[in-house]
């Protein structure tokens, strides 16, 4: 029953996710039929489904509606999470009561959990309980190619709503956070004569506190590949659940020697304590994940009427899907389950290591052959590789295992003696030190890498090519090296898909309300704005490239935050050939202007400013906004900034015609796109760059009519996520959209009109 378990655990994940019409008549229909036949198991298979399905569909039942959108909430949870920045401070609240404001708006009771952010917010600790008044809106992120996929995060975490806390009325603790084991703990080792460092990591490989590490500690762990070690895994529960079976058994073959094995009351001791460590770690998803792995690993172990590995595999799934449906999603469930069946594919049939040098041996083997494929599930889950992971994997998995890991449990179980306890502890430093120096050298040697979007899927595809030639028993020899031998300069000679000569990539991007465009050929990359730097000093494009990034041009149209506010962070993390802006603006690192008349050539492909003109000062920071035109071939591009209606006219006659794509000004705003621009050069696309539920209410109704009866495809970055266009190549003009918008291929008014405005 093992896989037919997790297979209907499965199922029920994935329909409850997609819903499909119909689904509780087929789901009773297929109950019905199991009930004729009386198959007990199928009508426990059918229960399973219905369970996944149900929990998946409630959590999307939670989700706020559209509805509320700016609408004063009275909110009363308890603090899971508190993470300061400077002044801001963002909240994870799990939610008990939620009333609306106002009279005869939709009710928000069935919210489960919030992430919200509280200016200058008063002392708050995890486990407190608050109310407060919050404006939401649905949860969202922006989604653009190759980057981190904060809507879908917020999604796995079971996070229905985002927003902020009002200052007015101002927020009221309502109970103070009660004292856990595990809070006590944490305080006992914050007066524990250590390094902070030391304390950090302490807190995190023993306590599974993974809040307590610093950005920097993340950061050194992401680009080494060895974040695995410090979450609390199967092979922290495991550890201590094997040290407990060990003391068990000894303690068992002195009390009764002759029937010592067939004791089994170490076997439950052990289970007991994977069940308390995990709970004391706070029980967390990869936590709740190690602890059901460890009991299921503990039943294969015990040879006690117990399932063969791979039905321990299928089962430990299906019981991992059903405690928590969300966890389909989370990237960690998958990089576990695949490791662990790299791992049964490896050492099933084969005899157990003998001596320290078959150990070592067995280890290197294990990690040579586990590292493509994990490699590749990385890729896959976050779009990096760590060129390091595995040489520095060979090291630190033994060295976290058998050092690291159990002098940090010792030091909590010897804690009560005064000596041996903080000696524990001591050796834990040094040894952390030595860890920590050891991944900085690594990735000072082998950095992170960040491949493009497009190179993902093939490298990840030929790496677990790789890891299958090695793993898979029954291939000869020299099948396995010949593949290899032909898979490793097929990677090295991957590259990203360049512009041909004379084409043009055109990519809007998701910053939300703001604005950043890409311009790139063979040999020349332009950036049109560098989006908007949020209140929190937060700039989207720093989630957008790798740093060391090269931009031969930077045109910013003006110092408006929404499209200035990255100029700092390009400044810093990337190399800029030259900075264009208006006269009179201000973009914090100097700059050439860019004034009308200018034009140049790269790659066959034509630029030229049409506005601003030398003398700005009577005109609006809007109205000095560089207005860029792009001519490839038969096609063009306008970008026009945020220029308002009567500047266009100013420059509408120097257009050239026609006008393949447009960037509709000022981000659809009435004041821009008048009726002369729209009637003139009636753009095949127009695309507007404005934030998803933005408050401006952005594109305006009046300008989606307008550019609708002149026959244009419209698109929003708000709707469609990141949009690609390419221009001047062999095929008419190509278009792709980061969100797929189903709407967009029901053929209604030929799949162009997807846009909406809430005017």
């Not at 008048?674 to 009636?682: A, H, I, S, W």
Request: overall charge neutral; glycine content about 10%; aromatic content about 8%.
């Amino acid at each position: 029953m093992a896989m037919p378990l997790a297979l209907a655990a499965l199922l029920g994940v994935g329909l409850g996710r997609w819903a499909p019409a119909g689904l509780f008549e087929l789901w009773a229909l297929g109950l019905l039929l199991v009930l004729g036949a009386g198959h007990q198991r199928g009508m426990l298979l059918m229960g399973v489904v219905a369970f996944t399905a149900a929990q998946v569909l409630l959590a999307k039942g939670a989700v706020l509606p559209d509805g509320l959108l700016r609408a004063d909430l009275l909110l009363e949870g308890r603090i899971e999470a508190v993470d300061d920045e400077e002044r801001l401070s963002r909240l994870l609240v799990r939610v008990e009561a939620c009333r609306p404001l106002e009279a005869g708006r939709l009710p928000c009771d069935s919210l489960r959990r919030v992430r919200v952010s509280y200016f200058q917010a008063p002392e708050m600790q995890p486990g407190e309980r608050w109310a407060m008044t919050v404006r939401l809106r649905p949860p969202a992120g922006f989604a653009n190619p190759g980057t981190f996929d904060y809507g879908a995060w917020l999604w796995r975490e079971g996070i229905q709503a985002t927003g902020y806390v009002r200052s007015e009325p101002a927020a009221e603790r309502l109970a103070a956070a009660p004292t856990t084991l595990r809070d006590r703990a944490l305080a006992h080792l914050d007066r524990q004569d250590l390094s902070p460092q030391a304390r950090r990591w302490l807190a995190a490989l023993s306590l599974g506190a993974g809040d307590r590490l610093e950005r920097s500690d993340w950061d050194l762990l992401n680009a080494s590949g060895t974040t695995h070690l410090v979450v609390i895994s199967g092979l922290h529960v495991g550890l201590v659940a094997t040290f407990t079976l060990l003391l068990g058994r000894g303690l068992a073959r002195l009390v009764t020697p002759r029937h010592w094995r067939l004791a089994v009351w170490p076997w439950w001791l052990a289970g007991a304590a994977a069940i308390g460590y995990a709970w004391l770690a706070g029980l967390q998803p990869p936590a709740m994940r190690a602890m059901i792995m460890t009991l299921v690993g503990l039943w294969v172990a015990s040879g006690r009427h117990a399932p063969g590995p791979w039905q321990a595999w299928w089962l430990a799934l299906g019981l991992v899907v059903m405690v928590d449906p969300l966890s389909f999603w989370r990237p960690g469930l998958w990089l576990s389950f695949v490791a662990v069946a790299l791992l049964i594919l490896i050492w099933q049939g084969r005899r157990r290591p003998s001596g320290i040098g078959g150990w070592a041996w067995g280890l290197v083997r294990t990690q040579a052959m586990l590292a493509p494929l994990m490699a590749a599930a990385v890729l896959l889950a976050f779009a990096r590789l760590a060129p390091a992971a595995p040489l520095v994997n060979l090291v630190a998995v033994p060295l976290v295992s058998l050092v690291l890991v159990p002098l940090a449990l010792l030091g909590w179980l010897l804690a009560p003696l005064p000596l041996v306890g903080p000696l524990c502890w001591w050796l834990f430093e040094q040894a952390a030190a030595v860890l920590i120096q050891l991944l900085a050298f690594a990735v000072k040697s082998l950095p992170l890498w960040w491949p493009s979007a497009e190179l993902v899927l093939p490298l990840a595809v030929m790496l677990i090519l790789m890891a299958a030639l090695w793993a898979l028993p029954g291939l000869g020899r020299g099948l396995r090296v010949g593949g290899a031998l032909l898979l490793v300069p097929a990677m090295l000679g991957l590259a990203a898909p360049a512009p041909e000569p004379g084409s043009l990539r055109v990519r809007i991007y998701d910053v939300g309300q703001g604005q950043l465009i890409e311009l790139r050929s063979a040999n020349y990359r332009l950036l049109y704005d560098t989006g908007p730097r949020f209140a929190s000093g937060f700039a989207p494009l720093s989630t957008l490239w790798p740093t060391g990034q090269n931009f031969d041009d930077v045109m910013v149209s003006h110092d408006d935050l929404d499209h200035a506010g990255g100029v700092p962070v390009l400044a810093e993390s990337h190399a800029v050939g030259r900075f264009l802006a208006p006269p009179g603006e201000s973009i914090g690192v100097p700059f050439e202007l860019c004034l009308r008349g200018q034009s140049w050539e790269r790659d066959g492909i034509s630029y030229r400013v049409l506005w601003p003109p030398e003398e700005t000062a009577a005109l609006s920071s809007n109205d000095r906004s560089c207005v860029l035109e792009v001519t490839v071939g038969s096609e063009r591009l306008l970008i026009t900034g945020d220029v308002g209606r009567e500047i266009e006219r100013h420059f509408l006659l120097d257009v050239d015609r026609p006008v393949s794509l447009l960037v509709a000004g000022h981000h659809g705003s009435r004041t821009s796109s008048g009726p002369q621009l729209v009637q003139m050069l009636e753009p095949d696309h127009v695309i507007y760059s404005a934030g998803r539920h933005n408050v401006f209410a952005h594109p305006h109704a009046e300008v989606v009519r307008r550019f609708r009866h002149a026959g244009s495809c419209q698109w929003s970055t708000a709707q469609d996520g990141a949009l690609t266009f390419w221009l001047g190549g062999p095929e008419p003009l190509l278009v792709g959209a980061e969100r797929r918008m189903p709407w967009r291929r029901s053929g209604v008014e030929g799949g162009c009109h997807a846009v909406e405005s809430r005017h």
